[in-house]
């Protein structure tokens, strides 16, 4: 399974971006989808997950109410919305996926295979 990333950019404090994770060589539409965010000098921090099907997501508590995960299985993507930006939201992007679980995966370790990252930075 492969994961490309991308979507990632400069944006001002307030902008919105939205990022995209394509997946291939496997099967996405049975596959729970992450995203992860790590910032210089800090742990990799959850930031959203959705189930198999798109009818459960989950979000860490720094982007509730921002950032909207979404997920076209016909496309093999995953979306992460990302509006009202703030500049503690500067980190590298990463999505993950487990395949064949039904369930939305909050834990970075449960996830079996990682994209690339692509670098949000928001300036003030």
């Known amino acids: 399974v492969q994961l490309q990333a991308s979507g990632g950019g400069l944006v001002q404090v307030g902008d919105s971006l939205r990022l995209s994770c394509v997946a291939s060589?496997?099967?996405?539409?049975?596959?729970?989808m992450g995203w992860f965010r790590q910032a210089p000098g800090k742990d990799r921090e959850f930031v959203a997950a959705?189930?198999?099907?798109?009818?459960?997501?989950k979000y860490g508590d720094s982007v509730k109410g921002r950032f909207t995960i979404s997920r076209d299985n016909a496309k093999n993507t995953v979306y992460l919305q990302m509006n009202s930006l703030k500049p503690e939201d500067t980190a590298v992007y990463y999505c993950?996926?487990?395949?064949?679980?039904?369930?939305?995966?909050?834990?970075?370790?449960?996830?079996?295979?990682w994209g690339q990252g692509t670098l949000v930075t928001v300036s003030s």
């Open positions: 993950a996926t487990r395949p064949h679980n039904v369930l939305v995966i909050p834990t970075a370790g449960l996830y079996n295979y």
């Open positions: 060589g496997g099967t996405f539409s049975s596959a729970a």
């Open positions: 959705i189930n198999w099907n798109g009818g459960s997501t």
